[in-house]
């Protein structure tokens, strides 16, 4: 029997394809600052730490921009959450609630990072002596933070598809048949892959970036810097590549369930996971076959553009999986489920959507027509 009665489902208060649409999309504007934070802002203490002169700069240049990143990145972020809560609330909220203690840490955890992350700032700004060995432990405690929370995440969201261990952690997490709220998803053989899958996609992200920051915005950095940022940027492209293709293998052919892994390789989704197993190689090569010659702006936009487009691919193939994972319990979007459109909020979403993109393409345009002075100021 079902944990959950899924004979009456609620009203979905907009077309379900829409819910569909919106909450890949806000994942992929999501994830760009987010992978940055995840996996960036480790390798750029990394770099600050132990790295030579150039690598210096680089760790010092991401962690000044990183208090904006992890802004925009929060930001980004509330649109997947609140469509994933929308549709799949039935599966969503039992899970969370099941790690609720760790769940609602995630919001502790993300001031404390935050908050680290202009302290470190202040520090790089302030030069050499500002750098004191305390605000460089609060960096690195800021990382840990950003991982643990995908850590979290990366459990609930493996735990919404897993609901065959709902009862097995509600007996062994509960007190008269209540949550106490302490359980995770360890013993979930998804969990893991998927959790060091999303940190290779990070370091692709992060080398990405790299490249999109040092032709676009590095105006102030000579040509050796340039050159080492290059070649770094490919390095670490292809080790975000080596680590995604194995993390993605483990995750598909040694945890998919037999039913998920007939969908995934029946025609025509072959074709997109084909493309999802292939595409954290798209980054390296770009960068690689520009190698020899010095990373135009146009370049750099290449790389930064296949990226996103990466990332959006693999949000699709996660959400083809997730649909087909939770058809045991209820099936997100079924005809049968009755769609109550809210027009309201609707046309209020749609209305703030549009504007903040026409912002950032503004932005961005301001950006792309200034020259060198004015990018620097």
Same mark, same amino acid.
């Given at each position: ?25 806000? *994942? ?34 991401? @962690?000044?921009? @990183?208090?904006?990143? !992890? ?18 609330? /039935? ?43 305390? /605000?460089?432990? !609060? ?14 995440f990366a459990n609930a969201l493996s735990l919404t598809t ?62 050796a810097y340039r050159r080492w940022a290059q070649k770094f ?59 020899r010659s010095d990373l135009t702006r146009a370049a750099a936009?290449? !790389? ?44 209020? *979403? ?18 792309? /027509? ?8």
């Amino acid at each position: 029997m079902p944990p959950i009665d899924a004979t009456s489902l609620p009203a979905l208060p907009a077309p379900f394809w829409f819910i569909q649409f919106f909450k890949v999309l806000g *994942f992929t504007l999501h994830a760009v600052p987010m992978n940055l934070w995840y996996a960036g802002a480790l390798v750029a203490l990394a770099a600050y730490a132990f790295g030579g002169d150039e690598a210096r700069r680089w760790g010092s240049r991401l @962690m000044l921009q @990183m208090p904006i990143i !992890v802004a925009v990145g929060i930001n980004l972020g509330i649109v997947p959450l609140l469509f994933l809560q929308v549709a799949y609330a /039935k599966a969503f909220y039992p899970a969370t609630i099941l790690m609720a203690w760790h769940w609602m840490g995630v919001i502790g955890l993300l001031i404390a990072a935050y908050a680290g992350v202009y302290v470190y700032a202040s520090a790089v700004r302030g030069g050499g002596e500002a750098m004191t060995p305390r /605000k460089r432990a !609060v960096g690195w405690c800021s990382a840990a933070c950003f991982v643990a929370i995908g850590f979290l995440f990366a459990n609930a969201l493996s735990l919404t598809t897993n609901s065959s261990a709902w009862a097995d952690l509600l007996e062994r997490h509960g007190t008269a048949g209540a949550a106490t709220g302490t359980a995770l998803n360890v013993a979930d053989p998804t969990l893991w892959p998927r959790w060091l899958l999303m940190f290779g996609f990070a370091l692709i992200t992060t080398a990405a970036w790299i490249a999109f920051d040092t032709a676009w915005l590095a105006v102030r950095e000579d040509e050796a810097y340039r050159r080492w940022a290059q070649k770094f940027a490919l390095r670490l492209a292809i080790a975000g590549a080596l680590w995604s293709t194995v993390a993605g293998t483990w995750y598909v052919f040694r945890t998919w369930a037999p039913e998920v892994h007939s969908e995934m390789f029946s025609f025509p989704l072959i074709f997109l996971t084909l493309l999802t197993g292939t595409s954290p190689w798209v980054a390296p090569a770009l960068l690689w076959l520009g190698r020899r010659s010095d990373l135009t702006r146009a370049a750099a936009a290449a !790389v930064g553009g296949a990226q996103v487009g990466v990332l959006a691919v693999n949000g699709i193939s996660r959400q083809f999986v997730q649909n087909f994972e939770l058809r045991g319990l209820f099936q997100p979007g079924v005809s049968h489920q009755p769609v109550s459109t809210d027009w309201g909020p609707l046309v209020m *979403f749609l209305a703030v959507f549009v504007a903040g993109v026409g912002v950032l393409a503004w932005l961005f345009a301001q950006l792309a /027509k200034a020259g060198p002075a004015d990018r620097t100021a």
